[in-house]
């Protein structure tokens, strides 16, 4: 299966998530003045306390502490150091006077963000001592919140706007959780308890922000209860209906900029960085992954087992509801066994545990799913649309296997490098390879390499991560100071005569919409659908195809879902770079080997498709001999 390449499409420059801040430096001074001290190694309850004590002086409109243990303070104009009385552990902290001028722009965005986590209109009445911004995100909690009474819902749930030294950020669910119900949930967990006793306390504010606690009794603390799922807030939605678009992350972090606008218009502009747009691939529609997995797998042999007492059922479910579906498979039974001359799907539990079968058995191909993720396959669906969906969730499992497959054949069949004009393509990269020990499945961290021939012969090979790196390849994994880095990838591309030897790595940055502020204001606020053509086309390109453009010296890339994307989108778009270390820029050929291939189903990879072979040979490193008996 091959990429559309060199077709470009969509319009508009790419915007992620990094701040431009323009600052009157001058203007600002009229309203606001900054102090900092350092409040040293001191323990977070000290600091805590210090923050409260200073913002009960009515002076402190906002403050952010930083890495090197200073607090810088936003106050009000004409407000001079004795007016700032706190102490820490019963000292006296003196503030210093420091001028707008002076400060890093990151450290100016968080203490302009965080004096705005008051409701409209109720400005400096409450203020934000907590040095973060915690933006209530569920609509009930900002309706409902009356906290003077010792009333509040048990778990509150935030978006916080985190802004790092180099003024990107990232939009983080921070869940606030009553400390007596975590207690509650926790017993007979002594190492849990410990930690829920020492967490700073905070409180529901009546103007619906979270403050801290003052010694308040029933007090939140920044937790999620043990059992919890993760919060499943939407990342965005293309979604015309006003509700819809404020209660996702990028809805609040609209609200936000807007409230920093209307507030500090006359010295302050905060904007999203837009880079030029370097190229663009439409990636392949999922109907051709869907055609590709059924061609490969009709008349295929699949045994389903399970590998642990209670999961027998759903195993035998899951083999009929095989037969039942669309994809041309033969599926039996198989108990206990998986069967080294069939494809195996194997029902592990939920939860990875002692002895639970998580361990791949020695030339077997076989695919691991859980009863959560086989649960909607078991429900009667009416509607067209949700057997489609339990269609793609066998699908998904089907194109697992046939990765699967090609590793133990040591070959690739899922995209063919000769067609791209590529000769040949190695990567190196950080794995966690399971072994089994005993009645336990551990992880090594083992440094390895997969050489991948225009053929689709695969060569793997690791050693531990505790010896280093081993040849030049390998050096270029460390980072800066010296540390392996686990989020990153090394390439050896040779193509056409040409060869590159690249580091791939994941910036932190997510794509946003162009314009952003006007396509949210403008159009989704006020009726007009996100989705349409002209819209989705002029506005929101970064969220779908594979976009590249230029930052910092290096080829940024970007893999976004199909241009017939769905109303919501559950998580952000990741951006990731190209560092050319060595020999000709061959940065969009690497990009296409994202849009290639059976990586994810019916969509494309994040990573060059290399990476995924390269932790599928992992996994299999880890095998153990006890292959179960063949049927």
């Not at 409209?120 to 906290?147: F, M, Q, W």
Request: with cysteine; charged share 30%; proline share 3%.
């Amino acid at each position: 299966m091959q990429s559309k390449h060199n077709q470009p499409c969509g319009l508009g420059d790419i915007a992620v998530s990094e701040l431009v801040l323009q600052l009157d430096a001058a203007a600002a001074e009229e309203r606001y003045s900054v102090f900092w001290c350092n409040v040293g190694d001191a323990g977070k309850h000290a600091v805590a306390n210090f923050m409260a004590d200073v913002c009960q002086t009515g002076k402190v409109v906002a403050l952010t502490q930083l890495a090197d243990n200073r607090v810088f303070l936003m106050v009000k104009a004409g407000v001079q150091t004795g007016d700032l009385n706190a102490s820490l552990y019963q000292e006296q902290i003196v503030p210093i006077k420091t001028n707008w001028n002076e400060l890093d722009d990151y450290v100016a965005l968080r203490l302009l963000f965080n004096s705005c986590s008051q409701f409209e209109g109720i400005e400096d009445e409450v203020p934000n001592d907590t040095g973060h911004l915690y933006v209530i995100s569920a609509k009930g909690a900002r309706r409902d919140a009356v906290e003077s009474d010792g009333r509040g819902p048990a778990k509150i749930e935030t978006v916080e706007i985190v802004i790092d030294e180099d003024c990107t950020f990232d939009l983080k669910i921070r869940t606030f959780t009553k400390r007596r119900v975590l207690i509650g949930r926790a017993q007979g967990d002594e190492k849990e308890l410990e930690k829920i006793k020492s967490q700073v306390g905070y409180r529901l504010s009546p103007v619906a922000t979270m403050v801290l606690a003052h010694e308040q009794k029933d007090e939140y603390i920044l937790r999620r209860a043990k059992g919890d799922k993760p919060s499943k807030r939407r990342d965005l939605t293309f979604s015309a209906q006003a509700d819809k678009v404020a209660y996702t992350k990028k809805g609040i972090l609209y609200r936000e900029l807007q409230i920093l606008e209307r507030r500090y218009s006359d010295f302050a502009r905060v904007t999203l960085m837009e880079y030029p747009r370097k190229s663009f691939y439409e990636v392949l529609k999922g109907d051709e992954y869907a055609r590709v997995v059924a061609e490969r797998m009709a008349g295929q042999r699949i045994v389903v087992s399970f590998a642990r007492n209670g999961l027998a059922e759903v195993a035998r479910q899951l083999a009929d509801r095989l037969n039942d579906s669309s994809w041309g498979v033969r599926a039996t039974y198989g108990g206990r066994a998986v069967d080294s001359r069939a494809l195996n799907l194997v029902v592990v539990p939920n939860e990875v545990a002692e002895d639970d079968g998580y361990a791949l058995h020695a030339g077997v191909v076989e695919q691991h799913v859980t009863p959560d993720v086989c649960e909607p396959l078991f429900k009667v669906a009416p509607k067209q649309k949700d057997r489609n969906a339990q269609e793609a969730i066998l699908g998904a499992m089907l194109k697992e296997l046939l990765v699967k497959q090609d590793v133990v054949d040591e070959r690739v069949t899922a995209f063919d490098l000769d067609a791209l004009d590529i000769e040949s393509v190695t990567v190196c990269g950080l794995v966690d390879v399971p072994h089994k020990t005993k009645d336990k499945i551990e992880l090594d961290s083992r440094i390895a390499t997969l050489a991948i021939g225009a053929d689709g012969g695969m060569r793997y090979a690791s050693h531990s991560a505790e010896d280093g790196p081993e040849d030049e390849m390998e050096l270029d994994l460390l980072t800066a100071d010296g540390k392996l880095d686990k989020g990153a990838y090394v390439f050896d591309v040779h193509a056409n005569g040409q060869s590159m030897l690249a580091r791939v790595r994941d910036t932190g940055l997510t794509t946003f919409s162009n314009n952003f502020m006007v396509l949210v204001g403008e159009h989704q606020l006020t009726g007009k659908a996100g989705r349409k053509k002209e819209i989705f086309e002029s506005y929101n390109s970064p969220y779908y195809g594979i976009g590249t453009f230029e930052r910092a010296g290096k080829t940024c890339y970007f893999v976004g879902v199909n241009n017939g994307t769905q109303e919501d989108m559950a998580t952000a778009i990741h951006v990731r770079s190209i560092e050319v270390l060595d020999g000709d820029d061959l940065s969009e050929l690497l990009v296409q080997l994202a849009n290639i291939g059976l990586s994810r189903y019916k969509a494309p990879s994040v990573w060059p498709i290399p990476v995924k072979y390269l932790n599928e040979c992992a996994a299999r490193e880890g095998a153990v001999e006890d292959g179960g008996g063949d049927k």
